[in-house]
C-alpha cells in the first residue's frame, strides 16, 4: 500500500507583529555573570537588571565556560576574580586564584571582542590584580560602588556601539561634525569635525551613568542620534564660549589658494595699509565658503537666498528652481563642502 | 558689522541646516554624495570610527591610571574646565585633569599610590585567614 503526501501548499506563517525571538542571549543587552559567593551574586545580579541586561550566571568557571560555549555571545560578561573550578570545592585563598582569569582568558581566546569586566574586590587597586599581558586591557572592578560598575557597563556598550555602526552612519556623523564646526567660523578656533566627535563621545562616557553631567546616553535613542544631539549640544557652547572680538591668527587664514598654492594672507595687503585687520576679516568663512561656488550659479543664487535668510520656497520664487533643481543644487552644495572639507587634511588653524 | 555678524549667524544656521539633512538621507545617498565629493567611503567610516576609538581609549587610560595607583574616582563626576576634564580622589582627595583632545594628563594623584584607601576596610581574602 503505498502512502503519498497530500499536494497542498505549505500554510503560511502566522503574521506578527515582533520577529520570534530565538534564544534569551540573542537579546543585544544579555549578561553572564560567573559569581559563587551569594551575597555578590544577588548584588550583582541586581545592579545588572537594574541596568536592563538579561543575566545568566554560573556558580563556577568550568559552567561559566560552558555557558559561554552554549550561548555566546553576551553583551557583557562580569567574572568574580576568586570564582572556584567548580562547584563543591571551597575557595582556598592561600593558593593562587587563577580560575577567574582562566575563565577570562579562554573566552577571549574565543571571542577577543568579547566584553568582559572582572569583579577583582580582594584587591586595592588594578596594579596588584596579578593577570596576563594579554588581559591587561580588561577593566577591572575593585570596588563594590555602583557607580564604577554602572559606567564600565556603558563603556562597553558604548564600545561595542562604535563597532557595530554601518559606514553610512559613520560618514553621515562624521558630515556632521563637519558642518556644524564649519557653521561655527571663528568660533571653532581651529577644532574640527573630528574634535567635535571625538568631544561627544567623552561626554558620553563622561555622563554614563547621570544625567545632571556629561551626556547621558539614554539606551532608547538611537546612537547615531545621541552622538549627533550630543555634537549639537557641544558647538553650541564653543559658540557660547567664544568671544567675538577675540584678535585673529594668521593661521586662521587659508595657507593655500585654490590651486595649491600657499599664499600669506598678508600677500595682497599694501604696506601700511590702513584696514588691514579689515582685508583679513572679509576673508572669513563666509567669503570662503561662497567663493567656492564662484562657478556654479545656481549654487551660488540659493547660498546667498539662505544668507538673506529667504525660504526655500521664496528662493525658488526668486531664482526661476523647481523644487528637484533646488534639491539638486542643494546636493551639488554638499558635496563641494565636503570635498572641501575632506582635502582640508590639516587641522585647520594648528 | 551689524550686518556681518548677522551674516555669520545666517551661516550657522545654514551649515546647522545642512549638517541635520545628513542625518536623514538614504544610506545610499549618503555614500553616493561621499564618492562624489572624491573620497572613498570605506576609508572615511574608518577613519571616523578610529576617532571614536581612540576617544574611548583616552578615557580608557585615564581610568586605569587612576584605578591602578589606587584613586576612587567617581566616572560621572568629571567637570569640565578650561584645560579639559578634570576631578578628584574620592578617598584622598588628590586632583587630577586630562585634556580631551591630547589624552594629556597631570594632577598630584598621578604622582602617588592613593594611601588612604581601604585604611580600614576588610578584604574577603584577608577576612578568609
Not at chain 1, 41 to 58: C, I, K, M, P, Q
Not at chain 1, 91 to 115: C, F, K, M, R, W
Not at chain 2, 57 to 64: C, L, S, Y
Amino acid at each position: 500500500m503505498a502512502y503519498s503526501l497530500p499536494c497542498c501548499k505549505p500554510p503560511e506563517p502566522p503574521e506578527t507583529l515582533f520577529p520570534a525571538p530565538s534564544r534569551i542571549n540573542a537579546s543585544p543587552k544579555s549578561a553572564l555573570l560567573v559569581e559563587n559567593d551569594e551575597s555578590l551574586l544577588n548584588f550583582l545580579r541586581r545592579s545588572l537588571t537594574d541596568e536592563g541586561y538579561a543575566v545568566r550566571t554560573a556558580a563556577n568557571s568550568e559552567e561559566g565556560l560552558r555557558l559561554y560555549r552554549d550561548c555566546a555571545p553576551f553583551a557583557v560578561v562580569l567574572i568574580d576574580y576568586c570564582v572556584p573550578q567548580r562547584s563543591g570545592i571551597g575557595i582556598d585563598y592561600l593558593a593562587p586564584l587563577t580560575h577567574g582569569i582562566g575563565l577570562a582568558t579562554a573566552i577571549h581566546e574565543i571571542n577577543p571582542s568579547q566584553g568582559i569586566i572582572i569583579a577583582a574586590l580582594d584587591y586595592r587597586n588594578a596594579a596588584e590584580v596579578p593577570r596576563p599581558q594579554q588581559l591587561m586591557h580588561i577593566p577591572l572592578v575593585t570596588d563594590i560602588s555602583n557607580f564604577q560598575l554602572r559606567s564600565l557597563l556603558t563603556k562597553i556598550e558604548v564600545e561595542r556601539m562604535i563597532e557595530m555602526l554601518t559606514t553610512p552612519e559613520l560618514l553621515k556623523l562624521r558630515r556632521f561634525g563637519d558642518f556644524r564646526v564649519r557653521g561655527l567660523g571663528r568660533a571653532a578656533r581651529g577644532r574640527t569635525g573630528e574634535d567635535l566627535l571625538s568631544e561627544a563621545l567623552l561626554r558620553t562616557l563622561i555622563g554614563a551613568g547621570n544625567s545632571q553631567k556629561g551626556r547621558h546616553w539614554n539606551r532608547d535613542v538611537d546612537f547615531v542620534r545621541h552622538l549627533a544631539g550630543a555634537m549639537q549640544s557641544i558647538s553650541n557652547c564653543w559658540k557660547r564660549q567664544f568671544n567675538e572680538t577675540e584678535a585673529y591668527l594668521v593661521s586662521e587664514f587659508p595657507k593655500h589658494d585654490e590651486d595649491g598654492q600657499e599664499r600669506s594672507p598678508l600677500d595682497n595687503v599694501a604696506a601700511g595699509h590702513a584696514a588691514v585687520d579689515q582685508c583679513l576679516i572679509e576673508k572669513d568663512e563666509q567669503s570662503r565658503v561662497l567663493a567656492m561656488f564662484d562657478d556654479d550659479r545656481e549654487a551660488a543664487q540659493v547660498l546667498w537666498g539662505l544668507l538673506d535668510g529667504l525660504t526655500k520656497t521664496e528662493i525658488m520664487s526668486r531664482y526661476g528652481l523647481d523644487k528637484n533643481k533646488l534639491a539638486a543644487t542643494e546636493r551639488r552644495i554638499r558635496v563641494k563642502l565636503a570635498r572641501k572639507n575632506g582635502n582640508r587634511g590639516e587641522k585647520n588653524g594648528r | 558689522m551689524a550686518d556681518k555678524k548677522n551674516h555669520d549667524e545666517r551661516l550657522e544656521i545654514i551649515m546647522n541646516q545642512f549638517a541635520e539633512s545628513v542625518l536623514v538621507q538614504s544610506d545610499a545617498v549618503i555614500l553616493a554624495e561621499t564618492s562624489e565629493s572624491g573620497v572613498d567611503p570605506q576609508r572615511e567610516a574608518e577613519q571616523t570610527r578610529l576617532v571614536l576609538r581612540q576617544a574611548s581609549k583616552r578615557f580608557d587610560e585615564v581610568n586605569m591610571r587612576l584605578s591602578s595607583l589606587g584613586h576612587t574616582i567617581n566616572p560621572n563626576d568629571w567637570q569640565r574646565g578650561q584645560r579639559g576634564y578634570h576631578t578628584t580622589c574620592l578617598t584622598c582627595g588628590s586632583f587630577v585633569n586630562f585634556t580631551t583632545t591630547t589624552g594629556e594628563m597631570r594632577g598630584d594623584a598621578l604622582d602617588a599610590l592613593c594611601l588612604e584607601r581601604d585604611q580600614y576596610a576588610i578584604r574577603r581574602r584577608e577576612g578568609s585567614r
